[in-house]
């Protein structure tokens, strides 16, 4: 039988390493001189041939792929914005208290993206924005890059000339050859530990989008900069003070090989507790977990929900210095490559209890299951959200579980009574 079918080009011999093993642990494979093996981790180009019209290619009932047919919904930086804007409007539509705002017209609830906006389409809807607060500083990102490839910062409108603009429409023009970009209020205000900046990466495991149940993993980390951090416009360009991507961080000077700039979340969270309190970082964890079910819950309607198909998202979330998380994006492929002995350990247990779930007990796979696995099976998982569970509860049941949030009436905000909230929505 064959679990994920496909012939890849494995990104490094650590990752093929890594899957060999869980594949071999549950004796779906021996490794041979001759491999003529079909389990393959797929990479997102292979899932894309494999549910090509083109192609004409069918799974069977004993193939599962690690990826959904368009992941890139959530997991492309322009679609996912365009995804959880949509969401708000669709919220706002049906009077869901969900979509409150305030005063100033910004979602109380639902505002946890950047103010973002897409290149060239969006571009004298940025201009109007950047105007209002002309001191701000943006980030531009490639829709399409990983690893902070093509990444920079600005703080001027003439910073992004480059792409061009029409002196006498005054609209923005692009060439041909130039890619789409988002580009995003930069949170200038991170959270930092030793005064330098962090992110975290969470991983989380969807097995259906309809009905959703998805799955948070408990052995996350944070990843940080080698330099310190400083707003100061004159280290706009220093990406070693702003961007905590490992393919970056580890080119620095004082980038540490032993440790690899990383914590894990449960370290953070000590410290978190031992500076802040365990009240308060608790909400913020459960904010962060509300986040997640949002934005997978944005792109739900959209997902082509294919039975065959389960996913680990890698995503990554800034806090702030006032203790808010922000969901900066997700990833459909997270790096499995080990850069620590930590890493590696963490990184194959995530691989174990992932394959654990998509394939209980190492069972021929069958794409008819029931996809909702017996607790014992989840290893370092927990449930975070299952739709059909949730459905029994009201159409205000989110609400009523935001962290330190209840409603009486149409979302009308009760003070965080001090009692930790249960999040039932789980």
Known sequence: FRIMAGKVKWVTDIEKSVLINNFEKRGWIQVAEN??????WMSVQTIRNVFSVET?????????????????????????????KRYRKELEKEGSPL??????????????VPVTFMLPADYNLFVEEFRKNPSSTWIMKPCGK?????????????????????????????????????????????????????????????????????YMYKLGFCRFCTVKYTPSTSELDNMFVHLTNVAIQKHGDDYNHIHGGKWTVSNLRLYLESTRGKEVTNKLFDEIHWIIVQSLKAVAPVMNNDKHCFECYGYDIIIDDKLKPWLIEVNASPSLTSSTANDRILKYNLINDTL???VPNGEIPDCKWNKSPPKEVLGNYEVLYDEEMAQSDGPDRDLRNRPGQSTGGKGNRARDSGKPVLTTWK
């Open 35 to 40: 491999e003529d093996w079909n389990f393959y």
């Open 56 to 84: 004409g290619y069918r799974l069977s009932d004993d193939q599962i792929v690690n990826h959904f047919p368009n992941h890139y919904e959530l997991t492309r930086k322009d679609l996912m914005v365009k995804n959880i």
């Open 99 to 112: 979509a409150e705002k305030d005063e100033n017209g910004k979602y109380i609830y639902l505002d946890f």
């Open 146 to 214: 990983a690893q902070g490839k093509g990444i920079f910062l600005i703080n001027k409108l003439s910073q992004i000339k480059k792409w061009s603009r029409d002196s006498k429409t005054s609209s923005f023009v692009s060439q041909s050859s130039k890619e789409a970009y988002v580009i995003s209020l930069y949170i200038n205000n991170p959270l930092l530990i030793g005064g330098k900046k962090f992110d975290l990466r969470l991983y989380v495991l969807v097995s259906t989008y309809r009905p959703l149940r998805c």
């Open 356 to 358: 654990n779930i998509a």
